[in-house]
C-alpha cells in the first residue's frame, strides 16, 4: 500500500509538472500570437502590402542633341522589340525557328534566349530581336498563330540621323556594364538601359538621362502581375545643343571624302567650333543596335582608324604651320627684327651635320615675311638657334599647343612642345643644338592636335586673344543645363607689330606671287583668306637618298607618306573663323590640304549669315583686352628700339 501511495504521489507531481510546463508553452504561444497580431499588426499589414504592390521604374525619354540652329543630331524613334513569355510556348526551340524563317535570328541569340528563360520565371518575356523594322514587325504579328508565346513590345531607341558624319563628336549609348554601376541611380539596373559611352552622349549623360518615373502594379504570390494600380512618367532628359552647323559640318566630311583626315573649323572670336570631322568616321546606329563580331573586326583592324576622332587625340608633327610660332617668338624676344635676312643656299650646316631646305637650291636671302610666304627652313634654322627652344616653347604654349585645351569631349590629347627641362626629366639626356633646329620647322618631338592648331590660328588671327574652343552652348548646372553666358578671354600678351607681320606673311602665302599657296587662294571680294602649308614628315630621309634623288610621295607605300597640313583664317582683314586641316600620309600640305582648306572656307563664309556675330558684338568681346594689348605693344617698342641696326645673319 504504501508503494502505491508513493507511485501515485510520484505521478502526480509529474502530471502537475507537465501541465505546468503546457501551461507556461500556451502562455509563451498566446503572448508571442498577441504581440505578432496586436502590436505588430501595422508592420506585417505593411509587408504584405508590399508583396501584393510592386514598384517599378520606368526609364524616360532621352533628351535630344541638337545642332546650333536646332537640327536633331541624336533623337529617340521606335524601338520594335519581339519577346517571349515561355509559359504561353509548348515548344520553345520550335518557336524560335519558326521566328529565325521570318526575322534572321542567329545561333548566339537563340542561345541567349533559352538561357534567359532558364534563369527566369516562366511568365516573364524575354526579348529575341530589337530594332524590328515596320515589315519585320508586321510579319511577327501576321503569323502571330505560328509563333505561340511570341509578343510585340514598342519602346524607344536612340538614332543618329546623320550616321557617320558627327558620329566622333556625338559618340554612342550602350547597355550598362558592370564597371558604370558606381551611382546610385537604380535606372542603370534596368536590363534594356542605355548610357552615354563617348562622345557627348557620355560627357552630358546625366542630363540627357533625365528621371525615372514609376509604376505600382499589383502581382500575386509569384509575382505575376495582375493590374497596374498607378503610372508617374517621370521627367524626360534635357536637350543639349552645340555649337556645330551640321550643315556645314555634312560638307566638311564630305569634302575629306575617305581620306584618313581631320578638319576644325572654329569662330576665332568665341572659340564656338562650327565643324569638327575625322575620316573615316563609323556609324553609332550601330552601336546602338550591338555591333557583330565582324563589324567590330572590321573597325578595329581598318589601317585608317574610324573609331578614332582625329582632330581631338591625333598628334601628328606639325611641320611648317609651327613657324609662326618661331617668328613670333624671334620678333617678341628681339632676337630678329623684320627686316633683317638669312641666306639661304639650300642647307645649313651645324657640327658635321647638315640640315636641309625644302627646297633643293635654296631661297636665297629671305627675312620673316618672305621666309613664311615660301616657307624656307634655312631661315627657320637660323632664328631658332638665336631664339632657343625654351623661348620658343612658351610661346608654342601661349597660341596653345602642348597642353588640353578642355573641349567637352573625353580623351582630348595633349600634345608635345618640348623644353631641355622635358628631355632631361623623360629621357634623361642633355638637349642638343641640333633638335632645336629640327624643332623649328615642326619636326622631332614637336606634335600638335588639329584642334590645336586651329586654336593657334585663331590666336593670331584675333590679335592674341587666348579664346579656348567650346562644343556646346549651354552647360549643365544644378542638374539642369542652361545658355552660356559670352565668353571672355585673356590677352597672351603677344604685340601689334609682330602679330602684324606674322598675318600679313600668312596673307602673302595664300596671295602672294610666290605663296606656298596661291593656288588656293579665294577670289571673292571680302573673303581674302590668309593662310600656311606644311608638310610632316613620318620617315627620316638618308643621305643617300638625298644624293640619289629622294623619292616622291607617290611612289612610297601609304604609310610611308608624308601628312598634308594646311591652317588658315578668313576674311583676312576682318577675322571670323579659323580652319585646320591634316590629311594623313598624302603628301605636300600646298597640293593635297589647302584645296580642301579653301573649299571649306568658302562653304563656311557662304553659309546663313544669321549665326556670324556683327561688329559690335566683337568689339565688345574683345574690350576688355585692349589695355593688356596695349601693355604688350608698349614692352615690343621698347625692345625694339633697343636692337641694333639692320643685318644680314648668314648661317
Same mark, same amino acid.
Given at each position: 500500500?504504501?508503494?502505491?501511495?508513493?507511485?501515485?504521489?510520484?505521478?502526480?507531481?509529474?502530471?502537475v509538472l507537465l501541465a505546468g510546463a503546457k501551461t507556461l508553452l500556451v502562455s509563451a504561444l498566446a503572448a508571442r500570437m498577441y504581440?505578432?497580431?496586436?502590436?505588430?499588426?501595422?508592420?506585417?499589414?505593411?509587408?504584405?502590402?508590399?508583396?501584393?504592390?510592386?514598384?517599378?521604374?520606368?526609364?524616360?525619354?532621352?533628351?535630344?542633341?541638337?545642332?546650333?540652329?536646332?537640327?536633331?543630331?541624336?533623337?529617340?524613334?521606335?524601338?520594335?522589340?519581339?519577346?517571349?513569355?515561355?509559359?504561353?510556348?509548348?515548344?520553345?526551340?520550335?518557336?524560335?525557328?519558326?521566328?529565325?524563317?521570318?526575322?534572321?535570328?542567329?545561333?548566339?541569340?537563340?542561345?541567349?534566349?533559352?538561357?534567359?528563360?532558364?534563369?527566369?520565371?516562366?511568365?516573364?518575356?524575354?526579348?529575341?530581336?530589337?530594332?524590328?523594322?515596320?515589315?519585320?514587325?508586321?510579319?511577327?504579328?501576321?503569323?502571330?498563330?505560328?509563333?505561340?508565346?511570341?509578343?510585340?513590345?514598342?519602346?524607344?531607341?536612340?538614332?543618329?540621323?546623320?550616321?557617320?558624319?558627327?558620329?566622333?563628336?556625338?559618340?554612342?549609348?550602350?547597355?550598362?556594364?558592370?564597371?558604370?554601376?558606381?551611382?546610385?541611380?537604380?535606372?542603370?539596373?534596368?536590363?534594356?538601359?542605355?548610357?552615354?559611352?563617348?562622345?557627348?552622349?557620355?560627357?552630358?549623360?546625366?542630363?540627357?538621362?533625365?528621371?525615372?518615373?514609376?509604376?505600382?502594379?499589383?502581382?500575386?504570390?509569384?509575382?505575376?502581375?495582375?493590374?497596374?494600380?498607378?503610372?508617374?512618367?517621370?521627367?524626360?532628359?534635357?536637350e543639349v545643343r552645340l555649337t556645330l552647323d551640321m550643315r556645314l559640318q555634312a560638307y566638311t566630311a564630305q569634302r575629306l571624302g575617305?581620306?584618313?583626315?581631320? @578638319?576644325?573649323?572654329?569662330?576665332?572670336?568665341?572659340?564656338?567650333?562650327?565643324?569638327? @570631322?575625322?575620316?573615316?568616321?563609323?556609324?553609332?546606329?550601330?552601336?546602338?543596335?550591338?555591333?557583330?563580331?565582324?563589324?567590330?573586326?572590321?573597325?578595329?583592324?581598318?589601317?585608317?582608324?574610324?573609331?578614332?576622332?582625329?582632330?581631338?587625340?591625333?598628334?601628328?608633327?606639325?611641320?611648317?604651320?609651327?613657324?609662326?610660332?618661331?617668328?613670333? @617668338?624671334?620678333?617678341?624676344?628681339?632676337?630678329?627684327?623684320?627686316?633683317?635676312?638669312?641666306?639661304?643656299?639650300?642647307?645649313?650646316?651645324?657640327?658635321?651635320?647638315?640640315?636641309?631646305?625644302?627646297?633643293?637650291?635654296?631661297?636665297?636671302?629671305?627675312?620673316?615675311?618672305?621666309?613664311?610666304?615660301?616657307?624656307?627652313?634655312?631661315?627657320?634654322?637660323?632664328?631658332?638657334?638665336?631664339?632657343?627652344?625654351?623661348?620658343?616653347?612658351?610661346?608654342?604654349?601661349?597660341?596653345?599647343?602642348?597642353?588640353?585645351?578642355?573641349?567637352?569631349?573625353?580623351?582630348?590629347?595633349?600634345?608635345?612642345?618640348?623644353?631641355?627641362?622635358?628631355?632631361?626629366?623623360?629621357?634623361?639626356?642633355?638637349?642638343?643644338?641640333?633638335?632645336?633646329?629640327?624643332?623649328?620647322?615642326?619636326?622631332?618631338?614637336?606634335?600638335?592636335?588639329?584642334?590645336?592648331?586651329?586654336?593657334?590660328?585663331?590666336?593670331?588671327?584675333?590679335?592674341?586673344?587666348?579664346?579656348?574652343?567650346?562644343?556646346?552652348?549651354?552647360?549643365?548646372?544644378?542638374?539642369?543645363?542652361?545658355?552660356?553666358?559670352?565668353?571672355?578671354?585673356?590677352?597672351?600678351?603677344?604685340?601689334?607689330?609682330?602679330?602684324?607681320?606674322?598675318k600679313a606673311a600668312m596673307w602673302r602665302v595664300v596671295n602672294g606671287d610666290r605663296g606656298t599657296a596661291r593656288r588656293s587662294a579665294?577670289?571673292?571680294?571680302?573673303?581674302?583668306?590668309?593662310?600656311?602649308?606644311?608638310?610632316?614628315?613620318?620617315?627620316?630621309?638618308?643621305?643617300?637618298?638625298?644624293?640619289?634623288?629622294?623619292?616622291?610621295?607617290?611612289?612610297?607605300?601609304?604609310?610611308?607618306?608624308?601628312?598634308?597640313?594646311?591652317?588658315?583664317?578668313?576674311?583676312?582683314?576682318?577675322?571670323?573663323?579659323?580652319?585646320?586641316?591634316?590629311?594623313?600620309?598624302?603628301?605636300?600640305?600646298?597640293?593635297?590640304?589647302?584645296?580642301?582648306?579653301?573649299?571649306?572656307?568658302?562653304?563656311?563664309?557662304?553659309?546663313?549669315?544669321?549665326?556670324?556675330?556683327?561688329?559690335?558684338?566683337?568689339?565688345?568681346?574683345?574690350?576688355?583686352?585692349?589695355? @593688356?594689348?596695349?601693355?604688350?605693344?608698349?614692352?615690343?617698342?621698347?625692345?625694339?628700339?633697343?636692337?641694333?641696326?639692320?643685318?644680314?645673319?648668314?648661317?
Open positions: 500500500m504504501q508503494k502505491d501511495g508513493d507511485r501515485s504521489r510520484v505521478f502526480t507531481r509529474r502530471v504581440y505578432l497580431q496586436v502590436m505588430e499588426a501595422d508592420k506585417y499589414s505593411t509587408l504584405a502590402e508590399e508583396n501584393r504592390i510592386n514598384l517599378r521604374l520606368l526609364p524616360p525619354p532621352r533628351g535630344p542633341i541638337v545642332d546650333r540652329f536646332g537640327v536633331p543630331l541624336a533623337v529617340n524613334s521606335q524601338n520594335f522589340r519581339a519577346q517571349v513569355i515561355a509559359e504561353h510556348t509548348r515548344d520553345l526551340e520550335r518557336t524560335l525557328r519558326t521566328f529565325s524563317r521570318l526575322v534572321p535570328l542567329s545561333d548566339y541569340d537563340r542561345q541567349r534566349v533559352i538561357k534567359e528563360i532558364s534563369r527566369r520565371r516562366s511568365f516573364v518575356a524575354v526579348t529575341v530581336r530589337e530594332n524590328l523594322t515596320w515589315e519585320q514587325m508586321a510579319l511577327v504579328q501576321v503569323n502571330a498563330p505560328d509563333l505561340p508565346g511570341v509578343t510585340i513590345d514598342e519602346g524607344l531607341t536612340r538614332q543618329y540621323p546623320y550616321g557617320p558624319l558627327a558620329s566622333h563628336l556625338l559618340g554612342y549609348v550602350a547597355a550598362v556594364a558592370e564597371e558604370d554601376m558606381t551611382g546610385d541611380d537604380p535606372l542603370l539596373e534596368l536590363p534594356d538601359f542605355r548610357i552615354g559611352k563617348s562622345g557627348v552622349e557620355k560627357v552630358y549623360d546625366l542630363s540627357l538621362r533625365g528621371k525615372s518615373g514609376t509604376s505600382r502594379v499589383e502581382v500575386n504570390a509569384v509575382g505575376r502581375m495582375i493590374r497596374e494600380l498607378r503610372r508617374d512618367e517621370g521627367e524626360p532628359g534635357h575617305d581620306e584618313s583626315a581631320a @578638319a576644325v573649323v572654329m569662330d576665332v572670336h568665341t572659340g564656338e567650333i562650327v565643324a569638327m @570631322a575625322s575620316t573615316p568616321a563609323y556609324d553609332p546606329n550601330a552601336f546602338t543596335r550591338g555591333l557583330t563580331s565582324g563589324e567590330w573586326r572590321a573597325l578595329a583592324s581598318n589601317p585608317r582608324a574610324p573609331l578614332r576622332n582625329k582632330a581631338l587625340v591625333g598628334q601628328y608633327a606639325p611641320g611648317s604651320t609651327f613657324k609662326m610660332v618661331v617668328a613670333l @617668338a624671334a620678333l617678341e624676344s628681339g632676337v630678329v627684327r623684320p627686316d633683317q635676312t638669312v641666306y639661304c643656299p639650300g642647307h645649313l650646316t651645324l657640327g658635321n651635320h647638315r640640315f636641309h631646305c625644302w627646297r633643293r637650291g635654296g631661297h636665297g636671302h629671305m627675312n620673316v615675311t618672305t621666309a613664311i610666304e615660301q616657307s624656307c627652313d634655312v631661315y627657320f634654322y637660323e632664328i631658332s638657334r638665336r631664339v632657343g627652344i625654351d623661348r620658343i616653347a612658351a610661346m608654342a604654349r601661349s597660341l596653345g599647343l602642348g597642353h588640353a585645351l578642355g573641349l567637352e569631349l573625353p580623351g582630348e590629347a595633349t600634345g608635345l612642345i618640348p623644353t631641355k627641362a622635358w628631355k632631361s626629366a623623360t629621357l634623361g639626356q642633355p638637349w642638343v643644338q641640333g633638335e632645336t633646329l629640327v624643332a623649328s620647322i615642326g619636326q622631332g618631338y614637336v606634335l600638335a592636335t588639329p584642334l590645336q592648331l586651329a586654336v593657334m590660328t585663331a590666336r593670331i588671327a584675333n590679335d592674341g586673344i587666348a579664346v579656348t574652343p567650346t562644343l556646346c552652348r549651354q552647360t549643365t548646372v544644378d542638374g539642369r543645363l542652361v545658355t552660356r553666358p559670352t565668353p571672355q578671354f585673356e590677352h597672351v600678351g603677344l604685340s601689334r607689330p609682330s602679330l602684324s607681320i606674322v579665294i577670289t571673292e571680294d571680302g573673303w581674302a583668306m590668309a593662310g600656311k602649308t606644311g608638310t610632316s614628315q613620318v620617315r627620316r630621309i638618308s643621305m643617300r637618298e638625298r644624293e640619289t634623288g629622294v623619292r616622291k610621295n607617290d611612289e612610297l607605300p601609304w604609310k610611308f607618306r608624308d601628312h598634308a597640313l594646311f591652317v588658315c583664317y578668313a576674311p583676312a582683314d576682318a577675322p571670323r573663323y579659323a580652319i585646320s586641316v591634316i590629311i594623313e600620309h598624302a603628301g605636300g600640305g600646298s597640293r593635297h590640304a589647302a584645296p580642301i582648306a579653301h573649299d571649306v572656307m568658302l562653304e563656311t563664309l557662304r553659309l546663313d549669315p544669321s549665326r556670324q556675330r556683327s561688329d559690335e558684338d566683337i568689339a565688345a568681346i574683345r574690350e576688355p583686352q585692349v589695355a @593688356a594689348q596695349d601693355a604688350a605693344d608698349t614692352l615690343a617698342e621698347s625692345a625694339v628700339a633697343a636692337m641694333p641696326a639692320p643685318l644680314t645673319l648668314n648661317p
